[in-house]
């Protein structure tokens, strides 16, 4: 497990569809300051890649911090990609 810095904000979406799940991560991120960070627990499977590759996309850093084995949890820097 990778540890990180303190989260500023943290949002579970677990059992949250796409793309809802990326949308209320990035409301999140706007919310934020540059080098912020966001913990996001997110469902393994689509949600992983949609939300994980939409935010890097965006230019943000993400990283996965915890798995198990439906779950996982991100550490999002804003806009840190």
């Known amino acids: 497990m990778i540890t990180g ?3 500023d904000q943290q949002i579970d979406l ?3 569809p796409c793309p809802v799940n990326f949308i209320r991560c ?3 991120l706007e919310g934020l300051e540059p080098n912020a960070c966001l913990q996001v627990d997110l469902d393994r499977g689509e949600p992983e890649q949609m939300v994980v590759s939409g935010l890097r996309d965006a230019g943000h850093r993400v990283e996965i911090i ?3 084995d439906t779950w996982l949890r ?3 820097i804003c ?3």
């Open 5 to 7: 810095p303190d989260p």
């Open 66 to 68: 915890s798995q198990q």
């Open 74 to 76: 991100l550490m999002v």
């Open 26 to 28: 990035r409301l999140a």
């Open 14 to 16: 677990r059992g949250t």
């Open 79 to 81: 806009g840190g990609g």
